[in-house]
């Protein structure tokens, strides 16, 4: 019996073959229908997305233009909303002057400090007042001071309560202890290290920073990789038991958690901080330099009170 088949049956099976194989060729990764639904949708929805995200930022963009345009004086605010990874910034990059917020450096720098040995906790630092007094004097003579150490001789500290105090309630002792320990080049270099360039506490004009620069740090803090999630997280603990709170909190809802740090000086006005809303968290940091100083305490909060509703809607 032979193996070949008929001739007759040749041609309809190559027929069936050229058919079959048309057919293939033909949907090879062709979608179905099915797919090419879900695909549409898939990109309708990603349109839709970018198309809310882009007018949304280009509403709180003209938001915050319109806050400050026409106020007196300069301005420079840096906002990012850390879950959606979006900024907003208005002359983020220029430089001003930094009044107390120069004790978020000094506060970074202890940690590292702590991280390597060279410091504890539990060590002590002391200086005599009147120095204290000479170098606050050159500063700031306008800065909060604690009552109970203004008739002291000297002022004696932990650099655990030399922290809690520099922060909670902007002490200038307390700052210039733990700075006079460290070395103002020594924090200065740190932050370069860092990558925290425009964070100036040395120089011509220092100390000096920029918005963007501030809110780098604290991003650093909120995302646990200031030094390391311990220490960014006693960071924060300190930032949110901040016990000034005229600016970035003051139109808040009372349920939201805001760590910041404030700074004056003069013609300064300045706030910058963490902001734990119910649908983002957020940096806002608020510089100014403004012959109505005063004024800028309620623009920082009113621009922070409209920022949070814009965010939260």
Do not use: C
């Not at 002022?155 to 700075?179: C, G, R």
């Amino acid at each position: 019996m032979s193996n070949k088949f008929p001739r007759k049956l040749k041609i309809p099976l190559t027929i069936i073959s050229l058919i079959l194989i048309s057919y293939f060729l033909y949907n090879h990764n062709r979608p179905t229908y099915t797919d090419q639904f879900f695909f549409g949708a898939e990109n309708k929805q990603v349109e839709k997305t970018n198309k809310f995200n882009e007018t949304k930022k280009a509403e709180i963009d003209s938001l915050i233009l319109t806050s400050v345009q026409n106020l007196p004086g300069r301005y420079g605010i840096f906002i990012k909303d850390l879950k959606a990874n979006q900024t907003f910034e208005y002359k983020s990059n220029e430089s001003f002057g930094s009044a107390s917020i120069y004790k978020l450096a000094v506060m970074y720098k202890t940690y590292d400090s702590i991280e390597k040995g060279d410091l504890t906790k539990d060590s002590v630092l002391s200086a005599e007042k009147i120095t204290l007094d000479r170098l606050i004097a050159g500063q700031n003579q306008n800065e909060n001071q604690p009552e109970n150490l203004e008739t002291s001789k000297s002022v004696t500290l932990t650099v655990e309560n030399a922290l809690n105090a520099m922060i909670t309630i902007s002490d200038n002792y307390s700052a210039l202890l733990l700075a006079g320990k460290l070395g103002w080049a020594n924090i200065d270099q740190f932050l370069k290290l860092q990558s925290i360039p425009d964070f100036n506490l040395v120089g011509n004009n220092s100390p000096n920073i920029t918005a963007f620069a501030v809110g780098n740090l604290l991003e650093r803090i909120y995302l646990g990789t200031a030094i390391n999630s311990q220490y960014s997280q006693e960071m924060k603990d300190f930032l949110f038991a901040q016990q000034i709170n005229d600016r970035i909190p003051r139109y808040l809802p009372k349920d939201i958690k805001v760590g910041h740090k404030t700074g004056e000086l003069e013609s300064i006005r300045n706030d910058a901080g963490i902001v734990l809303g119910k649908k983002s968290d957020y940096i806002f940091v608020f510089l100014s330099e403004t012959p109505k100083p005063e004024d800028a305490i309620e623009n920082i909060a009113l621009l922070s009170s409209k920022f949070y509703n814009a965010l939260e809607e």
